[in-house]
């Protein structure tokens, strides 16, 4: 059962391109997380999607940044205009839904985002 | 609102001694987990071990385990005979039970172990 993953896992970009990073969610997983970690922080929740539905992008700023997690294929975190600022370590993390329990977050490695 | 606070940038420890991380946590929501993640140079997040707001006993996972203090909102992770593999960064995070949406981490502890 492979685990998430998520491509590129290095992506360099000039000021003012589009940066797209996909994530495939764990076999059976339907909700889908993205994290930005910033060099020497820690991660920063920036939305939380379900199938085909957004259900929490309050971390998410509110320009230039979009994300998706259509019927079929991967999430897609998709930031335009891309600023120096962007470079970060982009995590995606995926769980098979909510419970009545906890719920683990099974993370991607990562996609590490150089803005020039 | 809810807050990961970690108060350690860094620690050192001795090669097979036990080292514990730092975590304290506030939230008004009684139903809430705890995770601890190691992060690598490599980069990756890696579970480590998780608690429950209503477990009665601390969570232990072979060398891993957390020293939850529920009144005084801890959960320090303690690593008992530390390996050299075991420098890395470790983060603790927490997320509601009801709201899987909001996991939130702290700044996290660079764990570094001498030989």
């Known amino acids: 059962n492979a685990g998430v993953m998520q491509n590129p896992r290095h992506l360099v970009r000039r000021r003012g391109q589009e940066a797209r990073l996909r994530c495939s969610p764990m076999k059976g997983h339907s909700h889908v997380y993205w994290y930005r970690q910033l060099p020497e922080e820690g991660l920063k929740f920036m939305v939380y999607l379900q199938k085909e539905n957004i259900i929490d992008e309050s971390g998410m700023p509110k320009e230039r940044f979009s994300a998706e997690f259509p019927k079929e294929g991967p999430s897609i975190l998709r930031i335009q205009q891309v600023v120096r600022g962007d470079s970060a370590a982009y995590f995606c993390?995926?769980?098979?839904?909510?419970?009545?329990?906890?719920?683990?977050?099974?993370f991607g490695p990562g996609t590490r985002l150089t803005v020039l | 609102a809810q807050k990961i606070t970690q108060t350690q940038p860094g620690m050192f420890v001795q090669e097979k001694e036990a080292v514990t991380l730092d975590c304290t946590y506030d939230?008004?929501?009684?139903?809430?987990?705890l995770f601890w993640y190691k992060q690598p140079s490599s980069g990756e997040m890696i579970f480590l071990i998780y608690?429950?707001?209503?477990?009665?006993q601390n969570a232990t996972e072979g060398r891993y385990s957390l020293n939850f203090q529920k009144a005084r909102k801890s959960a320090n992770l303690v690593i008992s005979a530390s390996q050299l593999g075991d420098s890395a960064m470790y983060f603790c995070?927490?997320?509601?039970?009801?709201?899987?949406?909001?996991?939130?981490f702290g700044a996290g502890t660079r764990l570094t172990v001498k030989p």
């Open positions: 995070a927490m997320s509601h039970v009801f709201a899987n949406n909001d996991m939130r």
């Open positions: 993390a995926s769980s098979q839904g909510q419970a009545l329990s906890y719920n683990e977050q099974f």
């Open positions: 939230t008004s929501d009684p139903s809430y987990g």
């Open positions: 608690q429950g707001s209503y477990d009665q």
